[in-house]
């Protein structure tokens, strides 16, 4: 651990590093590292320059992973990381090199690939998801540098591909076929929190997004006693569930907002044309969000008997089938290291109490922690990632590095 006037001075370096910070977070931006299944060429470029750059500085050991992929014109998807220090636990601060597409360009005020600073933000696509963590991490290491100190604990910045479409190519093929982690070693994931940087996420539910179609038989809607009546077997179909999911699995953890398993009516797909038609069938689905206590096979048992029993009752079939089946990994302690560090170094940075906390949505960190690694989820965001004009903060971004430079004091 720091001591007082040692982390001042290594706060003070971070801040003396603001101008080559909005440089290196402004120059990634211009990196269009979109994936292949989103109709881009990946993060080979982007990887190659952010390898250059840590090469120049000589701030530890590198080295580059590669996952072959034939769908980019690289043949490769690469992953860094960059090593100080040797012995255990090591303390690993990941970030992704990967973002999603601009999409729909008239909505953005900029360029999404060439960085604007304005008003103390940085404004591109990936300029919060996930640079800032990318930049973050680096001026923590270099600000302890500059110092004049060394990290108290074995340091790696690991820096992935293929975050965004999967982790394939990215953080799973490591895992796969490289034995880069070890027991006890503590796992920071910058790529999820609130505005006030107080979350911490240890927990996740599972995702179950569900399509039923339900079929009938089609005639005029003069003639009912001609046809079987999908529309409305179909609406009692998702009140039914919609009943019995609830009443099945009444839980709550107040880890999580809401606290209970929420199961969702969404989407709705057309089924005939014209008003006088009886439909034959109706495809509608479900996003299910459910509480990592909850069995994924229970859930799937009380879906199974409805389906069952409005077949019976309306006379038609019913099928159903995953859309996404994304099951809760084992949640991450509260009273983890990584989690306890992280709320001492996040009070002495921000001010602020940070409390572990569930989300509805997926991360990356579910892969570590169905590895058995209890990662952490933090960072101070905006929550503009995905959207026409993403910005980072660029206290945000100097702030979340004073942070992880205070992790890297140790325990």
């Known amino acids: ?60 050991d590198l080295r580059w992973y590669e996952a072959k992929d034939e769908r980019v014109s690289s043949g490769v ?8 220090g040797e012995g255990s636990p090591r303390l690993w601060i990941m970030s992704h090199l990967d973002v999603v597409p601009a999409g729909a360009r008239e909505l953005w005020e900029t360029d999404p690939f060439k960085a604007v600073v304005k008003d103390g933000r940085i404004y591109g696509r990936g300029a919060e998801d ?56 503590l796992v920071l994931v910058p790529d999820g929190g609130a505005p006030d940087g107080t979350m911490i996420e240890v927990a996740e539910k599972t995702i179950a997004w569900l399509r039923f179609k339900v079929l009938g038989k089609q005639s005029h809607g003069s003639r009912p006693d001609r046809g079987v009546n999908a529309a409305r077997a179909s609406a009692y179909l998702i009140t039914s569930l919609d ?36 439909p034959g069938e109706e495809v ?76 509805g949505g997926g991360t990356v960190a579910a892969i570590l922690r169905d590895a058995g690694i209890p990662a952490a989820v933090w960072a101070k965001l905006e929550e503009t990632a995905h959207q026409p004009n993403e910005f980072c903060v660029i206290e945000n971004l100097l702030g979340d590095a004073k942070v992880m430079a205070y992790l890297m004091g140790g325990r």
């Open 1 to 60: 651990m720091w001591g007082k006037e040692e982390f001042e001075r290594i706060s003070g370096c971070v801040d003396d590093l603001r101008e080559e910070a909005v440089e290196l977070a402004s120059r990634l931006v211009s990196f269009e590292a979109v994936p292949p299944e989103s109709g881009g060429q990946g993060e080979y470029e982007k990887a190659r320059f952010l390898w250059e750059y840590l090469k120049e500085r000589r701030l530890g």
């Open 77 to 84: 998807r690469p992953s860094i990381v960059l090593s100080v």
């Open 130 to 185: 996930n640079n800032q963590a990318i930049v973050s991490s680096v001026m923590a290491l270099r600000a302890v540098r500059e110092a004049g100190f060394a990290p108290r604990i074995p340091v790696r910045l690991l820096f992935v591909a293929d975050e965004e479409t999967g982790s394939n190519y990215g953080l799973k093929f490591l895992l796969r076929e490289h034995n880069l982690f070890g027991e006890g070693d």
């Open 243 to 278: 009943e019995a999911l609830h009443r099945a699995f009444p839980q709550k953890n107040a880890l999580f907002a809401p606290p209970e398993s929420t199961f969702e009516p969404t989407k709705h797909e057309a089924n005939v044309d014209n008003i006088n038609t009886i």
């Open 284 to 359: 509608f689905y479900f996003d299910c969000r459910i509480l990592p206590e909850v069995g994924i096979e229970e859930f799937e048992a009380v879906v199974r008997r409805v389906c069952v029993d409005i077949e019976k009752r309306f006379g038609v079939r019913v099928e159903w089938d995953y859309r996404q089946r994304q099951v809760a990994a084992p949640p991450t302690p509260e009273d983890a290291p990584i989690v306890l560090m992280l709320k001492e170094a996040v009070k002495e940075v921000y001010g602020v109490e940070a409390k572990a906390m569930g989300i």
